[in-house]
């Protein structure tokens, strides 16, 4: 067994070992892992006097100038390590005898995606049906019902099994084969007036917060995009992406402030936008009201598709990259290149902003973002255009 301590402090009391994480709380599976650790080192013949977890005290506030005391909180977490330690050596025995074996048979569930997502996956699914049951949204235990009863296909579902009616929508859905729109959607989006403003944020998070007056983990906008739909069925689309390492937030607020105008619904999809313009508006008082009826306007639209559409093969889920291919295939993220998430799109932000960026690539990955970024409002539009029923 190898394990590489994050520190190892010598005291007059003995030696610490302490495991730092970008977490902001101790976690049982970092329990876990310090046992593992204190196990070997102790198997070494050291003893140690105190285990200990650092971590990221979430209501830090950098306040610039490389003033990082108190960024991070350390928990002692001996006890808690040392009631578990006693097991260690049967973990390594089990999996040691996992190894020398044939592979294991297990099915998919929650441990594939928690606490971390396992590389694994497309392999331990690689011979699941089309429509496996595993994609009933927000099923807790059932599919593993329904696997233990031997059903893994949605089809196969007995019609009267499922008791959840969004689940049997799902069923029925998937077991005809035909996408479902009901009218109450298209007469929601037919009652909204002109002009509209489709909207998406992009915002990256820090650990260590390298903007004063920001928080470990903030979320803090660097991108907008907006499609302005009006009356006349004339479209447009403006945007804003911060290009240097700047805060971008408070420009961020006053060039969407300035693009969306004072009348017409706002539109997005999901609650994110609402909860950075709060965000917004508390960091800056001056912007509060003048984002605050921006928040006033908006429209949800993923409510109203999770509750009135559905397509087979959206196998479960109503994100955009889900819903976008069954409305508009002609839209692919896929070929979007370098930057086709909201992880890759991070990315791309931190290097484009980095000063040591080569112009060239600082160009290439401006034109990759705003790609992006305009996509998810375009598919927005799509979306809308599609259950309005035009
Ligand atoms: S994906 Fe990983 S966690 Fe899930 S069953 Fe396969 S090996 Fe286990």
Same mark, same amino acid.
């Given at each position: 067994m190898l394990v590489r301590a994050d520190i190892l402090e010598r005291d007059e009391s003995g030696i610490r070992l302490i495991e730092v994480k970008s977490s902001t709380s101790v976690k049982s599976h970092y329990v876990m892992d310090c046992a593992i650790q204190a196990w070997v080192i102790e198997q070494c013949g050291y003893t140690l006097s105190s285990i200990e977890l650092m971590c990221i005290d979430s209501g830090f506030v950098y306040q610039g100038n490389?003033? #990082?005391?108190?960024l991070f909180v350390r928990h002692d977490i001996t006890d808690q390590v040392r009631e578990i330690m006693g097991d260690v050596a049967n973990w390594s025995n089990e999996l040691a005898t996992m190894l020398k074996g044939a592979c294991p048979e297990t099915n998919v569930g929650k441990q594939c995606h928690n606490p971390y997502e396992c590389g694994y996956f497309d392999y331990c699914t690689?011979?699941?049906?089309? #429509?496996?049951? &595993?994609? *009933?949204?927000?099923a807790g235990m059932v599919p593993h019902e329904l696997k233990y009863e031997?059903?893994?296909?949605?089809? /196969?579902?007995?019609?009267?099994?499922?008791?959840n009616n969004n689940h049997e929508w799902v069923r029925r859905v998937t077991v005809s084969g035909m996408p479902e729109l009901k009218p109450e959607a298209t007469a929601m989006i037919q009652a909204l007036g002109y002009p509209r403003y489709y909207i998406d944020f992009e915002s990256i998070q820090f650990?260590?917060?390298?903007?004063?007056g920001t928080r470990p983990f903030q979320q803090l906008p660097f991108q907008w995009s907006c499609h302005v739909e009006h009356s006349t069925g004339q479209i447009g689309h403006c945007d804003y992406l911060a $290009?240097?390492?700047?805060?971008p937030m408070r420009e961020f607020a006053e060039t969407l402030i300035h693009a969306l105008g004072v009348t017409g619904p706002v539109l997005v999809y999901s609650s994110f936008e609402k909860s950075r313009l709060k965000e917004l508006a508390d960091m800056y008082p001056d912007l509060a009201d003048a984002l605050g009826r921006i928040i006033e306007r908006l429209v949800d639209l993923l409510p109203i598709v999770r509750q009135h559409y559905y397509h087979p093969e959206m196998k479960g889920s109503w994100s955009v990259k889900s819903v976008l291919p069954t409305v508009a295939?002609?839209?692919? #993220?896929?070929? *979007? /290149?370098?930057? &086709?998430d909201g992880s890759m799109a991070q990315m791309a932000y931190l290097e484009m902003i980095n000063?040591? $960026?080569e112009p060239t690539r600082k160009a290439y990955l401006i034109e990759r973002l705003k790609a992006y970024c305009e996509m998810d409002t375009l598919a927005m539009v799509k979306i809308a255009h599609f259950i309005e029923v035009r």
């Open positions: 490389d003033g #990082y005391d108190g690689r011979d699941e049906s089309s #429509y496996p049951v &595993r994609v *009933l949204p927000r031997g059903i893994e296909d949605i089809r /196969d579902i007995p019609a009267d099994r499922l008791k650990a260590i917060p390298i903007w004063k $290009t240097d390492s700047n805060p295939p002609e839209l692919d #993220y896929k070929a *979007l /290149d370098e930057v &086709r000063s040591v $960026t």
